[in-house]
């Protein structure tokens, strides 16, 4: 490791390749409504749920078409209508000068530029899907099909037509619940989502491109899945192949028996079709977020005060695990919940609230379900011994995530080939660094060495090495010199906003 004299400007951003999320494309803006009695007490909704597994052991069918009788008339077309907004000055001279073709082609368009009178957009118009899951109307569909609607249609697969009221919606789970003022509707029945598994036969039911109503078959492909949407998102996908296209958002995925596991969100594709990677929000996630939207109007989480990562092979080395099992709190929030039960950096949390924690996604989604108020046991791993530990989770304050996964890929590298340097006034500008945070800023780091591979870049403060605290870059040096094993080094890294551990291996580089 070297210390720098220089600033060195370098910004990095990860890529992910998703399709756009299904439903429809435009902006809206929507009314939120809840229903009330005389008392003021919100009507918890008649949801019908069969916890037995699918039956496993039966064999394979012919036809589905009797599942499929059954559960089609509660699968809905769900079409969304914006208001005409005024267009920017000097759109219209061109034909080309279109608000959604410049998302695509920036100012390159023809005729960029040409002012003109003020114009008039149309109105927008998108079309979805939704599952009745009430006889008196309740319906979920995606966040994304609804969220900003001015007015909401559904159209029922026998014909029907009713206008509908949002009740709420849910950015973070892609979840929303609208209304219809009806009795007597045809609801399906909700499986247990915990309970399926990977192999089993699925269907989607939705409408594709506006086409009507249509079945797909597939199976499931994984469970617990993330597309890396954000820390503040709670990602639990379940992963399918059966065909899901344009216009499914927010329609059904069945089991092999018509009950509902999940509501089809989004797929990754290159093209926007269908290329057998799908995605539904698990049941048991849309039904928790549908019963706090009807009571509260909106989803209350809990809050811990960590920032986690998921544990690796490196990890789990470094800090003598047997598996990669639990979550490793790279930062403590001061004054949070964590902060007052005592959880500190390089924690493990093995168990929360007497479950196991897989990982670090599986602990965001437990802390995020648990009422705030709820005195939840812990068991960590701290040092080589286990410890138990009780937090009082507060509400998660609008302001803030519930957790920040620091994994930082597959960890692995040393400290050859980064520069370092002191945090002056400047760095905590260019870089936005906290005016508390000590450290050593990195100014550059070689691309063919260890600590690049594990994720080390410029702007990066390195505040620990091999759990020794860092102050400044001397002392990086320093440490980085007197290293016994040098081979395999573990950093407490700042980067964006917050903290996670990387496994610098230089055995595995060159």
Avoid: C
């Amino acid at each position: 490791m070297k210390r720098a004299i220089r600033e060195y400007a370098h910004k990095t951003r990860l890529a992910i390749l998703l399709a756009a999320l299904l439903g429809a494309g435009a902006q809206f803006a929507f009314q939120s409504v809840r229903a009330t009695d005389e008392k003021g007490h919100k009507p918890a909704p008649q949801l019908h749920v069969d916890q037995a597994p699918v039956n496993r052991e039966a064999k394979t069918t012919t036809s589905f078409a009797p599942v499929v009788k059954k559960v089609s008339p509660s699968v809905v077309r769900v079409d969304i209508t914006g208001k005409a907004k005024d267009m920017p000055e000097g759109i219209g001279e061109s034909p080309f000068d279109n608000p959604f073709l410049r998302r695509f082609f920036g100012d390159q368009l023809p005729g960029r530029g040409q002012r003109g009178p003020k114009m008039r957009a149309p109105r927008e118009h998108g079309i979805g899907s939704g599952v009745i899951v009430t006889q008196d109307g309740y319906i979920l569909t995606n966040n994304h099909v609804v969220e900003n609607a001015d007015k909401v249609h559904i159209t029922m697969d026998d014909g029907r037509e009713f206008d509908a009221k949002v009740v709420g919606t849910d950015q973070y789970t892609d979840i929303a619940v609208v209304k219809v003022e009806a009795t007597g509707l045809p609801y399906m029945q909700l499986a247990d989502s915990d309970k399926i598994e990977v192999g089993d036969v699925v269907l989607a039911i939705g409408n594709p491109f506006g086409v009507g109503q249509t079945v797909t078959s597939g199976i499931i492909s994984a469970t617990g899945r993330a597309m890396g949407m954000g820390p503040k998102y709670y990602e639990d996908f379940i992963q399918t192949d059966a065909a899901i296209n344009p216009g499914n958002s927010g329609g059904a995925l069945i089991d092999a028996e018509g009950r509902l596991i999940g509501i089809n969100t989004a797929i990754i594709s290159r093209t926007g079709g269908n290329n057998g990677i799908g995605f539904a929000v698990p049941v048991n996630l849309a039904k928790y977020v549908m019963e706090q939207l009807i009571d509260h109007g909106r989803v209350v989480r809990g809050f811990l005060g960590v920032n986690i990562q998921t544990m690796n092979p490196a990890l789990a080395k470094q800090f003598d695990l047997k598996n990669t099992k639990g979550a490793l709190v790279s930062e403590v929030t001061p004054n949070s919940p964590a902060d007052k039960a005592g959880l500190k950096s390089g924690d493990v949390i093995l168990e929360f609230n007497g479950k196991p924690v897989k990982d670090s996604q599986h602990l965001k989604l437990a802390v995020g379900a648990t009422a705030p108020g709820t005195k939840a046991p812990l068991k960590v791993l701290r040092n080589g011994s286990t410890k138990e530990l009780t937090v009082t989770l507060k509400e998660l304050p609008s302001d803030q995530m519930a957790s920040k996964d620091g994994n930082a890929t597959n960890d692995t590298d040393a400290l050859n080939g980064v520069v370092v340097g002191d945090i002056d006034s400047s760095v905590r500008e260019q870089f936005d660094i906290p005016r508390d945070l000590k450290g050593a800023v990195v100014t550059d780091v070689d691309p063919d060495s260890a600590s690049y591979a594990a994720g080390l870049r410029p702007g990066d403060v390195i505040v620990e090495i091999d759990r020794k605290a860092v102050n400044n870059a001397e002392e990086a040096v320093k440490l980085s010199e007197n290293i016994k094993n040098k081979a395999s080094i573990l950093l407490r890294v700042w980067s964006k906003g917050g903290s996670h551990y990387l496994v610098v291996d230089e055995s595995k580089v060159g």
